[in-house]
């Protein structure tokens, strides 16, 4: 990543499904810090924005979507197989924890993602990260405890403040372990990058005063002094002080500086008062506080909400970067989760707009309403604006003015897709996108899958010929050490290259089987 840090994108969930040509997109506002560390260029039209990387003097384009399937697929054929193989069963469910910022189009990408990844959608459950954070802390077996005591529901505020996003959820968990989310909100301007951006700011600022350097435009640099500032934020919650030393910065020049916790607290005090003033809420119906997220580990933003909650005990003695993992393969419980916005339709000429599902309307849910009739005589055609989308033209029979009316049924599963009918037959399905982006993505994987099976025939054949040097006892020490040099250039060569084209690994495959032969004809049988 240091050494090609324009080709490596990060924090890809964060930008899936986002927009750049929105004035107010969050891409302008927490995460904007992004768009200085790696490419990323709008999509055509109203499609979502693409990271564009140089890959052999050519410039290649990739959707978050498609970034993220390949991801999940990565972690399928990486993790869960060699899992199920250890443990002798394979696992009949896929559990995805969404995070909180997620809007309802970011979520419906999600699901594209994981099926492209060739998840099976009917094994497939998603769950919020504030009800596994509730999961860990066994808030559902209090609850089941509360009710027995003659308390309908125990109500749950998680603050939850990573890197990413400072999100607030309020859910209840109701007798039967059924939870139910009342509220939500977020700010990815106080997310906890925020805080590593304000240390960030301070020492390319003292770097700039000292040297006379300015790092801004200086990518591999400005990665490595983010590290850095993570790794020192996260530090000064445990310590009061704490050092950075980079050597070799930027042109030759070692970066040293010693922070301490006051003058953390300094630097982002308006953010931690402000986020703490997220978690407003009327604290007499709060029974539990749950705290996760890296950033909830700094100590005065903790102080800061134990004193608004009057005292309360906070929960946060499971690692904040775990407490969302701990119990996510164990989920049972059912979770009732809720719209993040209106969803209406646009009603006469006047651009009015009628909500038929409200925000924060517990899902699924199914909306009926007998609303449209023609204009005019023999119409043919008519256009629905339903917000969030629109339908096409949608053909209609020959009638005179007002004759032919509409049934208008708007639905929304328990994964967020939005599904409208008319007349009892469907005429939109929100995948005008995703259809797309599913046709790219099974292509993508299947060329990840090629080079991840090449890659892998190199490396098996680079291992197994390393061993074979070190077992042999027939042959001169001066060969078998030429020969593992020539194994030892490969496997640097494939590190240095994680995921080249096909080609290029059978290619020097072919060069490997050659210079182990030529140089040793006995090793040979190895291969």
Known sequence: MMNNPPNNSIDAKHLISRRISRPYDYLRGGMSHLLRLFTVISGAGETPVIVQIQHDGEAKQFSFEEIVSTVVWIIVKEAREPAAAAAGFTAGNDVVVLEDFMNDSQRQAVVNAAKSAGIDAAALRFVNNPVCAALAYNLDTEASENGENGETQLNVLVYNHGGDDLSVSLFSIEEGGVFRMRAAARNANFAGEEFTNRLLDHLMEKFNRKHNKDLTTATASLRRLREACERAKRVLSSE???????????????????????????????????????????????????????????????????????????????????A???????VRVGFLDFTRMDIGIETGDAGLITVLIPKNTTIPATKERILFRTDSNSQSTMKIHVFRGVIKEILIPPAPRGVVQFKLRIKIDVYGTLSVWISDRIVMEMKNYSTFLKRRSDAMLTDVKKKLAAKRALLEYAYSMRHACHSDEDHPSSEL???EIDINEVINWVNANPLVEVDAYEDKLDELKAACFLLNPHIWRWS
């Open 240 to 322: 009061t002080r704490t050092t950075i030393e980079i050597d070799s910065l930027y042109e030759g020049i070692d970066f040293y500086c010693s922070i301490s916790r006051d003058v953390f607290v300094i630097l982002t005090i308006d953010l931690l008062v402000r986020s703490m003033n997220a978690a407003i809420t009327d604290k007499s119906h709060v029974h539990e506080v749950v705290l996760i997220g890296g950033t909830s580990k700094i100590p005065k933003l903790q102080q800061l909400l134990q004193d608004f909650f009057d005292g309360k005990y906070l929960r946060m003695s499971i690692d904040p970067y775990l």
């Open 324 to 330: 969302v993992s701990q119990r996510v393969a164990s």
């Open 481 to 483: 050490e030429k020969i």
